[in-house]
């Protein structure tokens, strides 16, 4: 107990360590409170180590090793919550890292409408009131040659918007095999109970006619004819499927409006590229009366649902009172018009925009980045086995299910470390570097990986080689 109290005595004042020059650079750039929290913490550590009966060496309680402890600290709570990671594992459109990159027209933008008062809903011309939604609706009217469009918060809130302005209390005609589950487990059967539609399932899993649409009809009760792209999976084998053209001439003979839910919205044909996905356009021109589609999918953009189509059905979503609790902010705004703007030359979209650009990226690219980042490692550290591999990625983000891109990745390995161990410290490094494990190898894919982040994972690797902790961890 003696030797307790003699501990605890030793343990300096908060005060006293926030005198200590090592500190004083922290005070620059942090908040005083979060240097003094890192500082209190470490105390309370080493009483509670003493009080637990641990054994300190010498009267020294206080050593260089708290004051690390305590810069670490600090380092950890400076950090925001929400921060850059390399992305290495070769899904372009990954939804835990933040789905789409951004085009650098569209983070200007952002960064614009951020830092200024904007035109958000001011008409300069008038100098009166303008709408949010003329901001992104012209563009995309006349990209898309659709009569009117709206952008909400994200595509699931599209279909809420939908439902709710054009089939509350209705019933909405859905194939059973299209009542698909997005992220997050939220379900379209769900959606529609939310915006107060009746669900009217049609057909069977594999097999849905457009006979079976006509069928459920009922007349005074019928609101929608739903049809919703399998973005996220593939049914296969002994199949069919009513087509958005029988479904236009059914909805014209009755009446009914029907609603192409495309989920990805691929803006520009890539079957060259091995992506079979329909576009926003081809929807258009098959029938559809509205289709909606995300941002930030295939389109490249920022986080949106959009939707588009014939103007009275726009209207009606617009004026509906969740249209205002739904509705994008001025940065989201600028982003998505940015985005819709490069699309007006296809070729520079491919390049400007980064799903596209990454979808795109050829071999020979990818591989050239493979071999200047092996020569970075090898110029640094000798303790991996680095090879050139090709590899397979994917888009990801619930789009082209099945279908993989072929690739380039850097494969890494190392006597005395696992590929756990490797794929560990590569995630604890600053910036984070997120990758995949085959086999025995920690490969990093060249598809996602940025020229410029090249030398950012070759310092993290001669960081991870020098690395002497936890062997067996």
């Not at 469009?149 to 194939?175: D, F, G, H, M, Y």
């Not at 958005?244 to 989920?263: K, M, S």
């Amino acid at each position: 107990m003696d030797n307790k109290q003699e501990l605890l005595k030793q343990l300096p004042k908060i005060d006293e360590v926030l005198k200590d020059q090592r500190l004083f650079v922290f005070f620059e750039d942090n908040p005083r409170e979060l240097v003094v929290e890192a500082v209190r913490e470490e105390i309370d550590s080493l009483r509670s180590r003493i009080l637990s009966g641990e054994l300190f060496a010498d009267g020294s309680l206080f050593r260089d090793e708290s004051m690390e402890r305590i810069k670490n600290k600090i380092k950890d709570k400076s950090k925001n919550s929400l921060r850059r990671v390399i992305n290495a594992t070769g899904t372009i459109v990954h939804t835990n890292l933040g789905r789409a990159n951004l085009s650098e027209a569209a983070c200007h933008g952002i960064a614009e409408a951020a830092a200024s008062y904007s035109t958000l809903e001011y008409d300069v011309e008038r100098g009166k009131r303008g709408s949010r939604h003329d901001h992104v609706e012209k563009i995309i009217q006349k990209l898309t040659g659709a009569e009117a469009a709206i952008a909400v918060n994200n595509n699931a809130a599209a279909v809420l918007l939908c439902l709710t302005a054009l089939a509350t209390n209705k019933e909405v005609i859905v194939s059973r095999g299209e009542l698909v589950e997005i992220g997050g487990s939220f379900r379209i059967p769900d959606i529609m109970e939310q915006g107060g539609a009746k669900l009217r399932e049609v057909g069977t899993t594999n097999k849905t006619k457009i006979a079976d649409y006509r069928k459920a009809i009922t007349d005074g009760e019928t609101g929608m004819l739903l049809k919703v792209h399998t973005s996220n999976y593939k049914i296969i084998g002994f199949t069919a499927e009513a087509s958005l053209q029988e479904l236009r001439e059914l909805g014209n003979q009755y009446g009914i409006p029907v609603v192409h839910d495309l989920g990805s919205g691929l803006m520009i044909r890539l079957n060259e590229f091995g992506i079979d996905e329909p576009t926003v356009m081809s929807s258009l021109d098959a029938g559809a009366d509205l289709v909606l589609f995300s941002g930030d999918k295939l389109l490249g953009g920022p986080q949106a649902g959009i939707a588009v189509g014939k103007k009275e059905y726009i209207d009606r979503m617009k004026h509906h009172p969740l249209a205002r609790a739904l509705r994008l902010d001025k940065l989201s705004l600028a982003a998505l018009e940015a985005t819709f703007r490069e699309y007006i030359d296809p070729e520079r979209a491919k390049m400007n925009i980064p799903v596209l650009s990454m979808i795109t990226s050829s071999q020979e690219d990818m591989r050239g980045k493979a071999e200047s980042l092996k020569s970075m490692i090898l110029a640094r550290t000798d303790r991996f086995f680095v090879s050139v591999e090709e590899t397979e990625g994917q888009i990801g983000g619930g789009s082209t299910p099945n279908q993989f891109l072929p690739g380039i990745s850097l494969s890494i390995k190392a006597d005395g470390m696992s590929p756990d161990q490797i794929e560990r410290r590569l995630r604890a490094a600053d910036p984070p570097i997120i990758s995949r494990i085959n086999k025995d190898n920690v490969l990093l894919d060249m598809r996602t990986v940025y020229t410029a982040e090249l030398p950012e994972i070759a310092s993290a690797l001669q960081d991870i080689a020098g690395f002497r902790g936890d062997a067996h961890a």
